[in-house]
């Protein structure tokens, strides 16, 4: 008798139709959100035996034959990746042509630096067609802060020629009030990537709550772990459904500088190793802001200035 080809997560040994539950219900809904698991995250979302645990895991990682591929290949699969604009030319082009599907990006900033405009923009413009510098889908918005404005989606869905009403439909919004909600919006993300085409996931911001729930040196380590398993989490997701990643992070003030810009972004090491692309959004005159690229693997430091007005983000005006 053949064996039983696994196509699905009810196909995977030691799952039944309770553990299947459990688990979808847990965000892991296909076999490649399983691949991508720990044994010790099934044993705690579906309360399973550590055995039974890697036997499930090793299981969908064989079905999809994951393991090392040519450098070609990722090149190939890098190609098909989509770019959403920003709006701004200049930042485009400081973005190596928009912000990458499959990819993290963080914007960190003071107040009106830009960041949570760049947000909206991007929420409006991954609903463009792909030939129009968008993504043919829509996005999850988590908003940590209360900053989500549906009147400026509409301002900026006019702009670029889209129904405004359509484009709130297909924006998301989940209201985070401390962190382990904002984690709990993250998990629950996976289960409507696919059935409302999500192209893109912002977060705005992602550190706050976690600044506020866990404050003071004797919480610090408690903060950076959970912070940690957040943002991988994410990671997760740009990973198995190929979406991108935004997020806003907040600035704090280091007194000990002397000279240069004494604002640091929150979150320390953990968010410096996380993100994939790194910008330092400040203001500067009028409308006009200053974005500086930070840290990209693929590209190189500049800065740029963009704008924001009421049609959203540009360039400024030649003299």
Partial sequence: MAEKKIKNIEDLPGVGDKVAEKLKKAGYIDLMAIAAASPKELIEVAE???ETSVKIITAAREALDIGFESATK???KRSKTLKIITGSKNLDALLGGG?????TFEAHGSFGSGKSQLAHQLAVNAQL???KGGAGGGCL???TENTFSPNRIEMMAKAVKLDPTEALENIQVGRAYNADHQCLLVEKASEMIRPKNIKLIVVDSV???FRSDYSGRGELATRQQKLNRHLHALQRLADIYGVAIYMTNQVMSRPDMMYGDPTTPIG????GHFAGVRLYLRKSKGANR???MIDAPNLPEGECVFTVTEKGLGDPEEE
């Fill in 48 to 50: 399973l035996g550590d």
């Fill in 74 to 76: 990722v090149l190939e």
């Fill in 99 to 103: 912000i990458e599907t499959g990819n």
């Fill in 129 to 131: 067609a792909v030939d």
């Fill in 141 to 143: 918005f988590i908003d």
């Fill in 207 to 209: 550190t706050a709550l």
């Fill in 268 to 271: 320390g090491h953990v968010m």
């Fill in 290 to 292: 200053i974005a500086r």
